[in-house]
């Protein structure tokens, strides 16, 4: 019964340990991931959201920041390790706007990663069929460079890089 399955199971564990580790299969790249800057937060109410953040969780929580080159307002809440952007729409043609007619009570929209070197990553995603839904970085909502990759690449998820 049970103590079979677990004693056949246990050799294929052990294997698996053993084996090589992942990092040994990833290719050397010209550029490298850094830290997870932020996880983006689409909200059809900034004010509520802000208050939710602030006066019920207690968290730090900056000023509202308008990026109208993105069609967005952000919020950031500090998280120690890492931060939330909460983002509402900033215009008819905002992403955000668009986001929020799907999903009418918002929910995650992107994740961002830091790099050492956005242009060295343009040049080796593009190599490797990864589409980047702009020509050039674009200053973002930290005064520095990002891209972002395409949703269907990255297996359903929007990638912001941004430069470190």
């Given at each position: 019964g049970l103590l079979t399955r677990l004693r056949t199971s246990a050799p294929t564990?052990?294997?698996?340990?053993?084996?090589?580790?992942?990092?040994?299969n990833?290719?050397?790249?010209?550029?490298?991931?850094?830290?997870?800057?932020h996880v983006a937060i689409a909200v059809p109410d900034l004010e509520k959201a802000q208050s939710l953040y602030k006066d019920v969780l207690g968290a730090q929580v900056s000023e509202t920041v308008a990026l109208p080159e993105?069609?967005?307002?952000?919020?950031?809440?500090?998280?120690?390790?890492?931060?939330?952007?909460?983002?509402?729409?900033?215009?008819?043609?905002?992403?955000?706007?668009?986001?929020?007619?799907?999903?009418?009570?918002?929910?995650?929209?992107?994740?961002?990663?830091?790099?050492?070197?956005i242009k060295a990553?343009?040049?080796?995603?593009?190599?490797?069929?990864?589409?980047?839904l702009s020509e050039e970085p674009k200053i973002g909502a930290h005064g520095k460079p990002v891209i972002f990759l395409h949703p269907k690449d990255c297996h359903g998820v929007l990638v912001e890089l941004e430069q470190a």
């Open positions: 564990i052990q294997m698996l340990s053993s084996s090589n580790s992942f990092s040994q990833i290719p050397s790249c010209l550029w490298k991931l850094g830290r997870l800057n993105h069609g967005v307002y952000t919020v950031f809440v500090e998280l120690g390790n890492t931060k939330l952007e909460l983002l509402h729409p900033l215009g008819e043609k905002s992403p955000i706007a668009s986001f929020l007619q799907k999903n009418k009570t918002g929910g995650m929209h992107h994740v961002c990663i830091e790099v050492d070197d990553a343009m040049t080796e995603l593009k190599k490797k069929n990864i589409r980047i």
